[in-house]
């Protein structure tokens, strides 16, 4: 199982983040978004995550390309120290959006 980080969003705080990573082997490919937590005393650590299939991932821009760019925030420069990859990484963060 080979995995590339394409993308980390800032969660709600520092100690918070989501890990956007692309997931192939097996004859397989596809996305998986973490849920990561850090602590002192280890590090970053995974409390959820959801594996999406090719298919998913297709409705998921679909869905992404009907919100409206111009309520979208900027992303957040706060991810700062504590992201350790050798990997470049992009930051993107997707506000919550009332409806009405």
Do not use: C
């Amino acid at each position: 199982m080979d995995e590339t980080i394409l993308s980390v969003l800032q969660g709600d705080n520092e100690s918070s983040r989501v890990v956007v990573v692309h997931r192939r082997g097996f004859g397989v490919s596809g996305l998986v978004l973490r849920r990561e937590s850090y602590s002192e005393a280890i590090g970053w650590f995974e409390q959820s995550s959801i594996e999406m299939s090719p298919d998913q991932v297709g409705q998921l821009k679909q869905a992404l390309g009907m919100v409206p760019m111009s309520k979208a925030k900027p992303a957040r420069s706060a991810v700062g120290r504590r992201f350790e990859s050798g990997q470049h990484s992009m930051l993107i963060h997707l506000a919550a959006q009332n409806a009405g």
